[in-house]
């Protein structure tokens, strides 16, 4: 072979070699996908939301009249006994300070009471003469009768004044005690506390005890000072006689039902079992952390772990609240791997290295899983997150072979 022939195989080989390299690098490559398998498990669908726990009944301790409050040394979680434990004491409160103009006219008040009881004074003085009068009258008409000196008319005129004039004497006596009386009420408004404690003895403190038996929840006011009836002092229940409430959105609230299923959990122990007591009728306009109006519907729930798990709880814990709707065993598939079609759903199903597109029919669904009601089955594997580059018939290898 000369040397142009040697030359054209050379560079035919080249030509060859390189072309070939250019057609394998250029090829379709498989598309490294994740794979998640259909398996039967458990699916749990539930509506979860943050609660809290409370005592179911709370008794709130107030002050039965206004007067001066003693401290008060209760503290939370002291146990009360049902009408025996004191845990208050209230004396009456201290007269008010007169100002200036007051006092004036209190100071006049006392010396019109003075003035009056002096007039009721005199006139009962004047009813005496009236009534020694009238006696020695009405002694002379019957002596003067008896000697048939005067007619029976004047007698009987000397009987009625004798009368009227007793009436009269007897009514001026009530009238000096009312007197009395005012003269003593208009005088006590001046009396200093100092002068009332002087004049009468020690008062005995109104106690006030537990109405119920429990524990000391709250001191609501502890401070020794006046305080007025009806002002709330302490608050009394029981710690393991606990309940959950949680608020949710009116749309979750009416796919619930009393006795339902619940979890409690995320509170600093192991899970608790709940149930469903009551869906309260009332609704209640709230706002939520971004700043969005809602419908919210509070849900009540009991407690029916053992006391044992949940004695560390107390009132106003925050707790999570699962409450469950769906509960079963079924075939189910990583919600990740779906995708809309339309108005269906569908996946990438893995067969023989391909990318197979598979409308399918699904059931209840959480955050994680979907349940596969038809299309897959158990043991089919199905492409995760699938990407726009993958379509029905697209070569696939599983990430990281």
Request: aromatic content about 4%; charged content about 25%.
């Amino acid at each position: 072979m000369n040397v142009v022939g040697k030359r054209i195989v050379i560079w035919g080989s080249l030509f060859a070699v390189l072309s070939g390299g250019i057609g394998y690098s250029l090829r379709p490559q498989p598309i490294p996908v994740d794979l998640a398998t259909v398996r039967r498990e458990t699916l749990r669908v539930a509506i979860t939301d943050e609660g809290e726990t409370r005592v179911r009944d709370i008794y709130t301790l107030h002050a039965p009249l206004r007067g001066h409050l003693h401290r008060l040394t209760a503290e939370p979680g002291d146990p009360v006994q049902a009408g025996e434990t004191t845990l208050a004491r209230i004396e009456p409160a201290a007269p008010d300070f007169l100002d200036v103009r007051t006092e004036a006219a209190q100071r006049a008040a006392v010396e019109a009471a003075a003035a009056a009881r002096e007039l009721a004074v005199a006139e009962m003085e004047g009813a005496k003469v009236n009534l020694e009068y009238a006696k020695a009258e009405l002694a002379r008409a019957r002596l003067q009768s008896e000697h048939q000196a005067i007619s029976k008319r004047t007698l009987e005129e000397a009987e009625r004044i004798f009368r009227v004039a007793e009436t009269a004497l007897a009514t001026t006596e009530a009238a000096l005690e009312v007197r009395e009386y005012e003269f003593n009420r208009a005088r006590s408004q001046l009396l200093s506390r100092q002068e009332i404690d002087s004049r009468s003895a020690a008062c005995e403190c109104v106690q006030v005890k537990a109405p119920v038996g429990g524990l000391v929840l709250q001191v609501l006011r502890r401070s020794e000072g006046v305080v007025e009836a009806g002002t709330p002092l302490v608050a009394i229940g029981n710690p393991q006689d606990l309940e959950v409430v949680v608020d949710l959105l009116s749309e979750d609230a009416v796919t619930i039902n009393a006795g339902q299923r619940a979890l409690v959990h995320d509170w600093g122990g192991p899970d608790l079992e709940a149930r469903v007591k009551r869906i309260e009728p009332f609704g209640q306009t709230k706002v939520s952390a971004l700043g969005i109006e809602e419908q919210r519907v509070m849900v009540v729930l009991e407690l029916v772990s053992p006391p044992e798990s949940w004695r560390s709880l107390g009132h106003g814990f925050r707790v999570d609240v699962d409450v469950i709707l769906f509960e079963r065993a079924v075939p189910q598939l990583s919600l990740g791997a779906f995708f809309r079609e339309g108005d269906d759903w569908a996946v990438f199903a893995s067969e023989n290295g391909r990318a197979r597109r598979r409308k399918v029919s699904v059931g209840h669904r959480n955050t994680r899983a979907v349940e596969i009601l038809s299309g897959l089955n158990e043991g089919d594997q199905v492409v995760l997150y699938p990407n726009s580059q993958i379509e029905d018939g697209s070569r696939i290898e599983l990430r990281g072979r």
